[in-house]
Structures are given as C-alpha cells and as structure tokens.
C-alpha cells in the first residue's frame, strides 16, 4: 500500500428508459417492454397512470411492483417529476418553495412517500428537484426554504437506506451544479444526499462541457438521466437531434465508477415511446466506448 488514492474500477454502463416517456402504455406493457428490449432497468416515475403514490393500497401495489421488476430482472430508480400529481392546477405544484408551509409539507409528504415505495423496491435512488422559486421570492428565503424542506426527507432517505439524489433543473431555483454545492453546505453536507446529472441539462446551461460535469459531479453521482439537446434551450430531444458529443460522457461516465442506471429521459415524447425506447438503447450501445464493460461482458460478474 502507497497510500495514494486509487482511480475508480471502470464501471459496467447500465441503460434505463423513464415510464414517464412511455404514458400511453400500461406499467406491466412498459416494463414487459424494456425488458424485451435489453433494457437493465427503469426510472419510475410516480404518477397517476403507473404506480400512483396517492391512491389506496400503495404498499399492496408497491410490493407487486417489485415482484415484476425481480421477474423481468430490470433495476429501478423512483422518480419524482410528475407534473400534476399533488395539483391538477399547477404543474410540479405545491414545491419545497411554496410561502405556504402547509403546502410545502404537501410535495414533503410525496418525497416520503417516494423514499418508502424506493426501499420496497430496492431502488437504487430517489430522484427529487427543488421547484421554482415563486415570484417575489428573496433568494435567500428561497433557500432557507429548500434546506428546511429537504429535513425530514433526507431523514427519511438515510433511515431507509436509499440515496435522495436532487437534480439541478433549468428555471429552477437549484439549477447548476454549483446551487448543488450551495445546498451540501446549506444543509451540514448530509451523507444520504446525493446528486442527480440530468446530461442533457448539462448541454443546456452549464458552463463545462457534459463529460467535464460528469467528472466534476463523480464523487456525489447517485442517479443520470440522459438525452440530446441544444445550447441554452430546455427541450429534450431524442438522440441525434441535439448537439452533444456522447461517446466523451459514456467513457467519462464508465471512468467514475458509477453503478447506478443511466435513464433515458424524454417525457414529451410518449406518442412514440416504444419506437425512441428501441432506438435510443441502440444508439446509446453504439457510441458505449470500445472497452467498455457492459452487464453482459462486466469482468467482474
């Protein structure tokens, strides 16, 4: 031993594809669906029109869920981004943001409840985002806010085990990887706390390049989300639509080490999920950088 650090053990890259990109089709005929496709695993988003966090019985239904998923041997992540799933009004309303503390404990409630039906399902994260801040906000009541929110969910998270894995979100309050960084230190650095990279949002707004963010963000990765998309415009688009380089983030990705699921993430795009499922897995397996161990190949297996 030289008591140097060591370089992270390249890590086989794992694909899943978001049900929030696949809402015209039941959860069984989604799943069924990436499994038959080759998928590793799925980003769960917890809607109305899948596995629904409100309705009666959620842990019957949570536990059949889990018996599908070991079936069809595909890993999971629990997503939190529906857009009207606590109010058919506002979308992603109420946020950790809202100047109604009864209405923040309203969006605290929901990622509680993600963190439980998470453990269930042997998650390896729960993904979560802070929301916009409301008009007339002062940004450091803004963040007092978020920190305070995030209390009992982090809580929560460290109780059961699962990664909470906050993404920075463009028009949100935290949007880059430095508001990540403002809130690790806003809240003690907490150990369940960890980052969501959404890759195309990196594209979007970030000042480094996306493989450069990987980098940077390798030591709090917990969850990645991946698609194409533009310089400065917030839209997802399938692969080749945009402008990133991919085969540069898959290596840089490989090279952190990171074992979790990298989603494919196009929830405006359900009228033609099964056909971008398909496609987007062949694309993302073709720019995978030669050398790279994949589940099937994964040395260590």
Not at 68 to 75: E, V
Not at 172 to 179: G, K, N, S
Not at 265 to 281: D, F, I, N, T, V
Request: charged residues 20%; contains cysteine.
């Amino acid at each position: 031993m030289n008591g140097l650090p060591t370089a992270p053990v390249p890590a086989p890259l794992r694909y899943g594809y978001g049900t929030n990109g696949l809402t015209d089709l039941r959860l069984d005929d989604a799943l069924a669906l990436l499994a038959d496709l080759g998928y590793d695993g799925v980003g769960l988003t917890l809607d109305h029109m899948h596995l629904d966090p409100l309705a009666p019985g959620l842990a019957a239904r949570t536990a059949r869920v889990a018996r599908r998923l070991g079936a069809l041997g595909l890993a999971v992540t629990v997503e939190t981004g529906a857009r009207y799933v606590l109010d058919p009004g506002r979308k992603h309303g109420p946020s950790l943001l809202d100047p109604d503390p009864d209405d923040r404990a309203v969006r605290v409630r929901l990622l509680v409840t993600a963190v439980r039906v998470a453990a269930d399902l042997g998650a390896h994260a729960v993904h979560c985002f802070s929301g916009a801040a409301p008009p007339g906000t002062d940004p450091d009541t803004a963040w007092k806010r978020l920190a305070e929110a995030l209390g009992p969910v982090v809580e929560a998270a460290g109780a059961a085990g699962v990664p909470l894995a906050i993404e920075p979100e463009p028009g949100h309050l935290l949007a880059t990887l430095d508001d990540f960084h403002r809130l690790r230190a806003a809240t003690g650095d907490p150990a369940p706390l960890g980052l969501t990279l959404d890759i195309g949002h990196c594209q979007c707004l970030e000042p480094l390049p996306p493989a450069a963010c990987v980098r940077a963000a390798a030591p709090w990765l917990r969850h990645v989300q991946i698609e194409d998309m533009r310089r400065g415009v917030h839209e997802h688009l399938p692969f080749g639509d945009g402008e990133i380089d991919f085969p540069p983030v898959l290596d840089a990705l490989a090279a952190t080490g990171y074992r979790g699921l990298t989603v494919v993430e196009l929830p405006r795009h359900s009228h033609a999920g099964p056909e971008l499922a398909r496609a987007s897995l062949a694309f993302l397996r073709s720019r995978t950088p030669e050398g790279s161990p994949t589940p099937e190949g994964d040395p260590t297996a």
